[in-house]
Structure formats: C-alpha cells, structure tokens
C-alpha cells in the first residue's frame, strides 16, 4: 500500500491505518526528537505530542510535500518550542560561558567528542538544529529547507556557521584531530 | 589540518551527538492514543466547592477585562476622556489584583506541597484555569506594563508547567524543576510584591500595576 493511500485510510477512519503510519514514521521523529532533546523523556514527550497532532491536523496536509517532511516539521517545532520551555528552568550557563567551557585546556577535558558535543549544545537553536539534521541524521539541504520553512540557501550558510563556531571552540585540538 | 579533514572528524564524531536509544514504540502509541482520547473526549466539569470559588473569581476577572476594553478610550481628549481611562485602569486593576491574589495562593500552596513530597490534584486543575487568565491578561492593556509584562510571562510559564503535570503519577523531578525555576526567578517574591498591601476583601489597585 502507498503513502497516499494510507493517509486516505487514516483520514477515513481506520485505525490500523493509523498504527502502519505510525509505524512506519515513529523512528526517524524520535530519533530526532531525542537528538535535539538528549534526554528520553523529553524525546517520548516531543515525539508524541508530533503524532497528536499530525492526527490531528491530518486534514490540512495536502500533499505538497512529502508527508516525512511535514511531519518532521511538526517534530522540530514541537520539539524547539518544548525545549524553549524547558531551558528557561533549567540553570544554563550562558553561551559565552559554553564556549569557555568547550575551550578550555585539553588536559582538562580529553574527550574531543564531549567536547564537540558541549560546543554543540551551545550553539543557538537554528544552527544546532541544521547541524543535528545534517550532520548528525544525515538529511539534505533541500529537506532540511523544507522542513523548517527555509531557503536552500540559508540551510548551507547555517551549516558553514556553525561549522566555523564549532571549529573555533575546538581550535586547540586541531592538532589531535589532524593526527 | 585541512578544512575537509576537519569536517570529516567533526561529522563521525557528530554522530554519537545524543545517540538516541531503541524506540519506545509500544510505551509511545499507548501514550498517544490515550492523549487523542483525553482530547477528543467532551470536557465534564464537576463543580467542587473550591472550583465554585475559583470560577467566581475567573469571572470577575473575565468581567474586568470586558469593561477595561470596553472603556478604553480610542482616541483621548480632555476631561471626559481622562475618566474613562480612569474607569478603565481602575476595572483592569482589579481584575489583576484578583488574579495575582488567585496566583499567588496558588504557587504558594504548590510550593508547599512539593517540599512535603505530594501535589493535589486541586492545584493542576487549578493552574489550568489560571493559564487561561493569564494569557487574557496578557492579551489587554494591563499586560503591556512593562512591570507586569515580565512577571505575567514567568507565571504563564509556572502554571504552563503545573498544568502539564500528569494526573496520575507525578514525577518528582518535574515538580522539582517547577519550583527550582520559581526559585531563580523569585516568582513568588516578584508576585506578592505586585500585590497591592491591605485586606484582600478590599483589594487596592493603585500600584498594582
């Protein structure tokens, strides 16, 4: 059965029809969920909040795009909403403080990945989401674009920031890592 | 180190970037059908005495703002239009020293509750009517002082926050945070002291707002 026809059946009523959609999205939204959250409670939260409303909203979906991208950009905005909420309550050290912390001297912190992964964490919203979607669950510019409501072009030069952000943070490494 | 060798570390290493564990898939869609239900289901509300009380004072407030916007005066001119936005000051003062009131009671029952280990119920169903309140609030006049606005935003927050709480079981962590946050914000602190001093069966509203 394809995609159009099962989004036919799900608006229909079916309720199998909803649990093969379901299943058959359920892991891309809460790997990314969990990889913009980093913590699973958050991530089950995100992912089903995405899905309430994706039934929810199933009406307004008119095939434009492919359903995985309106989806996910159901999942991003929940997901940077939620944590927007969450971080205001959690005592956060601000960026700057980040970035000291992401250089500070390698004895201190001899893990590159930690500390890639703190410098990540500090980047804002916008450019840590590009790099979580790109970099990390390997989509394309042009999903990425679609996704969160963007040109193609500005999902590249929000990469190459926060590239040039990351590489900065991690400067005293370069030796390491060229090693 | 070149530029694509760098690029080329940093994505591999990238990829362990809150690795996210097997999905939850059954625990997930039990979760989601359950919140499709609790949503689609018409809301019952049974009155308790306590909610007699709250819903009376929604509606003051519901009342106040409906008369502050009414009075409002669109476009100010001499002595007659200088009392309607006295009038109208004095019904969204009122209004919002019931509700900080309201708030207040609130939080502070909550906080108390939390440092004892337990939450009622009474105070989620209670956040929730608030939270209505508050985003009201927000949406006229009164919400706009730039002393109000900051403390009106952190409430919706708090009582965001309780209102999400799960009805059954209540993760301690959850309510840790909540009162962690009104901790650093010194919401309850902030709150009282935008409520006007005297009896609160006479509430004042010079310097509410």
Redesign the interface.
């Known amino acids: 059965m394809d995609e159009h026809e099962l989004i036919a059946r799900v608006r229909a009523g079916e309720p199998a029809a909803e649990r093969a959609l379901y299943d058959a999205h359920v892991d891309r939204v809460y790997r990314l969920a969990y990889r913009l959250a980093g913590d699973d409670e958050l991530a089950r939260d995100f992912t089903q909040e995405t899905f309430i409303r994706a039934f929810a909203r199933l009406d307004t979906f008119r095939g434009d795009a492919r359903f995985s991208t309106w989806l996910h950009a159901i999942t991003t905005s929940v997901s940077l909403n939620g944590l927007r909420k969450t971080k205001r309550f959690r005592s956060q050290a601000p960026l700057e403080a980040a970035d000291s912390v992401a250089s500070t001297t390698r004895s201190a912190e001899p893990d590159l990945k930690v500390r890639l992964h703190a410098a990540i964490d500090a980047l804002p919203d916008r450019y840590r989401t590009v790099v979580v979607m790109h970099d990390v669950e390997g989509y394309t510019h042009e999903e990425i674009a679609e996704t969160l409501g963007m040109e193609v072009g500005t999902s590249k030069a929000q990469l190459s920031r926060a590239r040039a952000k990351l590489r900065e943070s991690l400067a005293d490494f370069a030796g390491e890592w060229a090693s | 180190?070149t530029d694509d060798?760098?690029?080329e570390?940093?994505?591999e290493?990238?990829?362990?970037?809150?690795r996210?564990?097997a999905?939850?898939?059954e625990?997930?869609?039990t979760?989601?059908e359950a919140?499709?239900r609790r949503?689609a289901a018409p809301r019952i509300f049974v009155l308790r005495p306590a909610w007699r009380w709250g819903l009376s004072m929604a509606a003051v407030l519901l009342v106040g703002v409906a008369i502050g916007l009414r009075l409002r005066p669109e476009t100010p001119s001499g002595v007659s239009a200088s009392r309607r936005e006295t009038r109208s000051d004095l019904a969204y003062g009122v209004a919002a020293v019931q509700y900080l009131n309201r708030t207040e009671t609130l939080l502070t029952g909550f906080r108390a509750d939390a440092r004892a280990g337990r939450v009622d119920t009474l105070f989620i169903d209670q956040a929730r009517e608030l939270l209505t309140s508050t985003r009201l609030l927000m949406q006229c006049p009164a919400g706009q002082d730039p002393h109000l606005r900051p403390l009106l935003e952190d409430l919706e927050?708090v009582l965001?926050?309780i209102a999400l709480l799960p009805g059954g079981r209540r993760?301690t962590l959850d309510v840790d945070?909540?009162t962690?946050?009104m901790d650093?914000q010194s919401v309850l602190t902030r709150l009282r002291t935008a409520i006007p001093a005297g009896p609160a069966s006479a509430p004042r509203t010079q310097g509410a707002l």
């Open positions: 180190m060798r760098f690029e570390r940093m994505r290493a990238a990829r362990d970037y809150h996210p564990p999905t939850p898939r625990e997930m869609w979760a989601i919140g499709r949503r927050l965001a926050q993760d945070l909540i962690q946050g650093q």
